[in-house]
């Protein structure tokens, strides 16, 4: 048997932790066991869909790493599968049902049905071919109702166990609106047929819908699948993570410079442990490890602490080259003059220090501060302490005989200005990092410099002594 998951997002909004968290594990389950991933966006509900929310919803999925692997044909592409446009599937699948005697028109006219616990009371169910023909010339139009068998349902969950639900737990409920629309459950059930899906891996807030579903499988002889349940997902006040809770929309996430690979990780967290408790996991350690037995059933927070200690520890982890091409988008042009230096090389050095690509303007800082104002008062002082001259003069003279502008090899040659000129600890290094930076303090002075690169170094220290370097 391949396995077949699915993703069946409603075109709302935009996706968030709670939604992403289910398309993760569908696509990572599928790949574990080498079988397929579907897309099907469920926008039969036209009231409740939001313009664009397709759209953002597909970006948000190819940004995140969860590719689908199958659907209509869309301009050389395969897109989704909507349910809007399979209408005529659902239309056959209710009329087998009524003509097998298992749903029938339902022309009742419901104020009632919209109260919570309500039961249809199966009016409907007993009427007559001569009565339907009246009401229909009456121009009453029906909605089809499935006709629930009698006795519990019993729904075995992988997550949650077995739940069984009593046989008055539900009404005969309808299928088909008046309009030709199918409800949820319906479609639901027709797609997961129709597409072979093996797996339904979703929300906890879909398992009181599962009985309906189970019973629809059964009334259409197609074995039901395997049913898997993740637990809810809250926010850090404890309240259900809604689709407004704005801070975990992949959107955000993704504008914040979260790595995908990051947030793909922590979503996999909400609700699922690795073997062994390991919480950081690349995609493909996700797919070796993804499996629904380490499925727990207690509510998860998402809490936004631990995703930014997880994209730290992928950013450290993120080849140099690649690192380098995902936060220059990030660099801020107006604070940091990216093409001066070299950035990879200033972004291994601060890459300990990151959990986000946006951070990155603030740890450069420490790295690039421009010659402005600021920078031009510390070197005037520095031109009046003799002291501080005689050590940058000998610095400079070894750093600009350096053979190749590495960290250690920087760090070594200030220090042998240091034995050269008996300068030592901060009277050292205070003067050639207050030229160059204008800062007291700051990481390893080779690194930044390093970073600086040897022309800036040098035309730094230059400008902070009284006749410059030319005529040292
Ligand atoms: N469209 C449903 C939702 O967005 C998913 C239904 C399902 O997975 O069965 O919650």
Redesign the pocket.
Known sequence: MTVRTRF???PTGRLHAG?ARVAVFNWAFARHHGGAFILRV?DTDVERNVADSLDTILDDLRWLGTPWDEGPEVGGDHGPYRQSERQAVYAETAGRLVKAGLAYPCYCDLEAAVEPGFRYPGTCRTLTRAERVRRERDGRRPVTRFHVPAGEIVVRDEVYGTVSFPPDEFGDFVIVRADGRPT?NFA?VVDDIAMRITH?I??VG?LSNTPRQAALFDALAAPRPVFAHLPMVLGTDRRKLSKREGASSLALLREAGYPASAVMNYLSLLGWSAPGGEEILTPAELVREVGLERIGTSNTVYDPDKLRWVSGRHIARIPLPELARAVKPFVDPARVPADRYDLSRAVDVIRGRMTTYSEINDHLSLFLVARGPELKGVQAALRDDAGAGVVLRAAADRLAALPEWEAPAIGRAIRAAGKETGARGPALFHPVRKAVTGRESGPDLGQVLGVYGRDETLERISAALPDGLTQG
């Open positions: 069946a997002p409603s939604n469920e949820y639901v339904v979703r929300g879909h």
